[in-house]
C-alpha cells in the first residue's frame, strides 16, 4: 500500500505564505508526477500545480509569479511553496502523486492525500 501524508496548512493573513509537504510512503518502486489540487466550498477540484521526476512543472494560471512546487527523489515528498497568498486561495489542498507500486510495477496508479486546509483570512 502507498500512503500521501500532507502537512503545513492553516490560518494566514492576505500577502502572506504558506508551505505545504507531502511525504509518500509504502511499497513504492517509482514515482512519476507529484503535485496538488485544491478543492474550495461550492466548487470542483482544481489542479494547483505539479512537477515530474525530471523536475519539469506546470501551474495553474492563478497562481503562476506566487507558488512554486519542488521535490525530493530520495524523500518522495513533494512541496508547494505558497507566497502572496489571497483569500481565493483559501480550499483544502490535496497532494497526488503517480506511483507503481512494488507489487504491479507495470502499472501506474494515482495516489491521493487526505487534504490539509488553508484558509486565507485577516
Known amino acids: 500500500q502507498v500512503q500521501l501524508v500532507e502537512s503545513g496548512g492553516g490560518l494566514v493573513q492576505p500577502g502572506g505564505s504558506l508551505r505545504l509537504s507531502c511525504a509518500a510512503s509504502?511499497?513504492?518502486?517509482?514515482?512519476?508526477?507529484m503535485g496538488w489540487n485544491r478543492q474550495a466550498p461550492g466548487k470542483q477540484r482544481e489542479l494547483v500545480a505539479d512537477v515530474t521526476s525530471g523536475g519539469s512543472t506546470n501551474y495553474a494560471d492563478s497562481v503562476k509569479g506566487r507558488f512554486t512546487i519542488s521535490r525530493d527523489n530520495a524523500k518522495n515528498t513533494v512541496y508547494l511553496q505558497m507566497n502572496s497568498l489571497k483569500p481565493e486561495d483559501t480550499a483544502v489542498y490535496y497532494c497526488n502523486a503517480d506511483v507503481r507500486p512494488n507489487g504491479d510495477r507495470l502499472h501506474q496508479y494515482r495516489y491521493w492525500g487526505q487534504g490539509t486546509q488553508v484558509t486565507v483570512s485577516s
Open positions: 509504502g511499497s513504492i518502486f517509482s514515482i512519476n508526477r
